[in-house]
Nanobody, 117 residues
Framework: QVQLVESGGGLVQAGGSLRLSCATSASIFSINAMGWYRQAPGNQRELVATISRGGSTNYADSVKGRFTISRDSAVNTVYLQMNSLKPEDTAVYYC?????WGRGDYWGQGTQVTVSS
């Protein structure tokens, strides 16, 4: 069973920054992509950012220029640096890993990010 452990959420004022981390027990060789989704109350879960096995990144339009996804393959960890945070960024942020060879997706437990105005 693949595990993902998220950390770094919290309460921050608008304009501030937070850095989320997600460590996975999955072997680096089995990872196709990792990324972050978020879900605000009453909303559907939405993509925030992804990073592929080859290092390509993809961002939601709403976070482009403010958020940066990165990874440290040596420790199987992906990060989400969030700058210039806005109240509408308030949500539970979920890390996921997409495994190769049809082995499926796995999700973290979620970490709350709250941005006050």
């Amino acid at each position: 069973q693949v595990q993902l452990v998220e950390s770094g959420g919290g309460l921050v004022q608008a304009g501030g920054s937070l850095r989320l981390s997600c460590a996975t027990s999955a072997s680096i060789f089995s990872i196709n992509a990792m990324g972050w989704y978020r879900q605000a109350p009453g909303n559907q879960r939405e993509l925030v950012a992804t990073i592929s096995r080859g290092g390509s990144t993809n961002y939601a339009d709403s976070v482009k220029g403010r958020f940066t996804i990165s990874r440290d393959s040596a420790v199987n960890t992906v990060y989400l640096q969030m700058n210039s945070l806005k109240p509408e960024d308030t949500a539970v942020y979920y890390c996921y890993v997409d495994l190769r060879w049809g082995r499926g997706d796995y999700w973290g437990q979620g970490t709350q990010v709250t941005v006050s105005s």
